[in-house]
């Protein structure tokens, strides 16, 4: 079946500016991790989706950033009042459940904020 | 804080050659360890996990160890292929819920001709 997918692929705007990152998991997996990825940087944890409801977000940097799972499935990571320092790749990715599975990474949305 | 970190930052090889990455980690209580390949522009793509009673992993080429006293681990890449340019990422699991990991910056893995 389908990996996850995640659009837009490239994303930019200018400082200031409000944004939506969109992420489709693999059909049935219950849960969806956004992660952060600064250049030459390993992955920064962001938020954890089982189901509808965020079980971890103690990653999220500020109050400018927030998640959704409205459904279950598909979620929007939602970045407001973008910073030049927001620029980095968006990575999603699901796991079949939350208690160690492994997690299957989308090719994520790289985001640049001028 | 859970760290990982992992050396060298890059490294150039030549095609047919091996090579080694090595992983230190401070992440408690430890759950299980994984190495990714990613390839520029994609996502992560697991090769090998590794849990606390596991001393090695191989997947085709790649060949995994654990030290969980020593809290290192190593990536052995056999017989490099240019394909196997991309970054390597080290990633600790620890057992607290909700399956967050903390990830190594990278090897950055060059195989030349």
Same mark, same amino acid.
């Given at each position: 079946?389908?990996?996850?997918?995640?659009?837009?692929?490239?994303?930019?705007?200018?400082?200031?500016?409000?944004?939506?990152?969109?992420?489709?998991?693999?059909?049935?997996?219950?849960?969806?991790?956004? /992660?952060?990825?600064?250049?030459?940087? $390993?992955?920064?944890?962001?938020?954890? *989706?089982? =189901?509808? @409801?965020?079980?971890?977000?103690?990653?999220?940097?500020?109050?400018?950033?927030?998640?959704?799972?409205?459904?279950?499935?598909?979620?929007?990571?939602?970045?407001?009042?973008?910073?030049?320092?927001?620029?980095?790749? /968006?990575?999603?990715?699901?796991?079949? $459940?939350?208690?160690?599975?492994?997690? *299957?990474? =989308?090719? @994520?949305?790289?985001?640049?904020?001028? | 804080?859970?760290?990982?970190?992992?050396?060298?930052?890059?490294?150039?090889?030549?095609?047919?050659?091996?090579?080694?990455?090595?992983?230190?980690?401070?992440?408690?209580?430890?759950?299980?360890?994984?190495?990714?390949?990613?390839?520029?522009?994609?996502?992560?793509?697991?090769?090998?996990?590794?849990?606390?009673?596991?001393?090695?992993?191989?997947?085709?080429?790649?060949?995994?160890?654990?030290?969980?006293?020593?809290?290192?681990?190593?990536?052995?890449?056999?017989?490099?292929?240019?394909?196997?340019?991309?970054?390597?990422?080290?990633?600790?699991?620890?057992?607290?819920?909700?399956?967050?990991?903390?990830?190594?910056?990278?090897?950055?893995?060059?195989?030349?001709?």
């Amino acid at each position: 079946g389908a990996g996850v997918s995640q659009t837009p692929s490239n994303k930019v705007t200018e400082k200031g500016k409000y944004v939506e990152l969109r992420c489709d998991p693999i059909s049935g997996h219950t849960a969806l991790y956004w /992660y952060r990825q600064s250049l030459g940087q $390993g992955p920064e944890f962001l938020i954890y *989706f089982q =189901g509808t @409801g965020a079980a971890d977000d103690s990653g999220l940097p500020n109050d400018r950033f927030f998640a959704v799972r409205p459904e279950g499935s598909v979620s929007t990571l939602k970045i407001q009042r973008t910073e030049r320092g927001d620029s980095a790749v /968006y990575l999603c990715a699901s796991s079949l $459940g939350g208690g160690g599975g492994e997690q *299957f990474f =989308g090719p @994520g949305t790289r985001l640049t904020v001028l | 804080k859970n760290q990982v970190e992992q050396s060298p930052q890059s490294l150039i090889i030549l095609e047919g050659k091996n090579c080694t990455l090595q992983c230190n980690y401070t992440v408690s209580p430890f759950s299980n360890l994984r190495w990714y390949k990613q390839d520029t522009g994609r996502g992560p793509v697991s090769l090998t996990i590794m849990t606390f009673s596991e001393n090695t992993k191989s997947n085709g080429r790649y060949t995994a160890t654990l030290d969980a006293d020593t809290k290192q681990s190593s990536l052995h890449i056999t017989a490099s292929q240019l394909s196997d340019s991309a970054s390597y990422i080290c990633v600790v699991k620890d057992t607290g819920g909700g399956n967050k990991l903390t990830f190594g910056t990278g090897t950055q893995l060059k195989v030349e001709l």
